[in-house]
């Protein structure tokens, strides 16, 4: 997306550790006119495959998924961070080492809300090991759903997560792909 690649450039801040910051509109600020522009992105890319519920995790992945959400019309499930005490039994759950915080999570999902009946779009933020994408998808196996493919709205390339995804036969979907970024400068990669 060539607008979604003009505000990385204009308002992205890159931090030690490989960290973009776009706070001022997706991380912290949320830029609701342009989040509307990203989910209907989203929903153009999977419109017409079955898509009946999106899946996240919280916090970062709610406000890119609602908003594809709204366009496709279809719910969002979102796995919460942190153990729930004696839910192991009522609830999928999958452990997630954070990227940014570098700390290992337990996400987890309700099991009354996702089935086997379900056709699942995974929806998140940043895409950079892979871990969080991973994680989400290691539930839906559990619950027994179907992934249709998985949409972000960054991916870092460099990191290499989410081709070893594509590789695995993934589908992985992301509005802009940041294959380089340096003091200097960040690099996209062409995407068709
Ligand atoms: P992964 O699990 O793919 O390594 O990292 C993705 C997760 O870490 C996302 O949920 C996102 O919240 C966070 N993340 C990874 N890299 C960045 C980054 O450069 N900037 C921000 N703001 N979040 C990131």
Same mark, same amino acid.
């Not at 910051?21 to 992105?41: I, Y």
């Not at 594809?68 to 979102?78: D, G, K, L, R, S």
């Given at each position: $997306?060539?607008?979604?690649?003009?505000?990385?450039?204009?308002?992205?801040?890159?931090?030690?550790?490989?960290?973009?910051?776009?706070?001022?509109?997706?991380?912290?600020?949320?830029?609701?006119?342009?989040?509307?522009? $990203?989910?209907?992105?989203?929903?153009?890319?999977?419109?017409?495959?079955?898509?009946?519920?999106?899946?996240?995790?919280?916090?970062?992945?709610?406000?890119?998924?609602?908003?594809?959400?709204?366009?496709?019309?279809?719910?969002?499930?979102?796995?919460?961070?942190?153990?729930?005490?004696?839910?192991?039994?009522?609830?999928?759950?999958?452990?997630?080492?954070?990227?940014?915080?570098?700390?290992?999570?337990?996400?987890?999902?309700?099991?009354?809300?996702?089935?086997?009946?379900?056709?699942?779009?995974?929806?998140?933020?940043?895409?950079?090991?892979?871990?969080?994408?991973?994680?989400?998808?290691?539930?839906?196996?559990?619950?027994?759903?179907?992934?249709?493919?998985?949409?972000?709205?960054?991916?870092?390339?460099?990191?290499?997560?989410?081709?070893?995804?594509?590789?695995?036969?993934?589908?992985?979907?992301?509005?802009?792909?940041?294959?380089? $970024?340096?003091?200097?400068?960040?690099?996209?990669?062409?995407?068709?």
């Amino acid at each position: $997306m060539r607008t979604l690649e003009e505000k990385i450039l204009n308002e992205g801040q890159v931090f030690e550790g490989n960290v973009l910051k776009v706070s001022s509109f997706l991380n912290q600020q949320l830029d609701t006119a342009f989040l509307k522009e $990203m989910g209907a992105e989203i929903a153009r890319l999977y419109g017409d495959c079955g898509v009946n519920k999106i899946l996240t995790v919280e916090a970062s992945g709610i406000a890119i998924a609602i908003a594809a959400a709204f366009i496709m019309n279809v719910p969002v499930v979102f796995a919460k961070k942190g153990k729930a005490k004696n839910l192991s039994d009522k609830t999928y759950s999958a452990e997630v080492k954070s990227f940014t915080k570098g700390v290992v999570n337990t996400i987890s999902v309700d099991r009354e809300y996702i089935t086997s009946e379900d056709k699942l779009l995974i929806i998140d933020d940043f895409l950079a090991d892979g871990n969080a994408l991973r994680g989400l998808l290691s539930i839906a196996k559990d619950a027994g759903a179907k992934v249709i493919g998985t949409a972000v709205a960054i991916e870092k390339g460099f990191q290499g997560g989410g081709d070893a995804l594509r590789n695995e036969g993934v589908r992985v979907e992301s509005l802009a792909i940041v294959d380089e $970024m340096t003091d200097s400068g960040i690099k996209f990669r062409q995407q068709n």
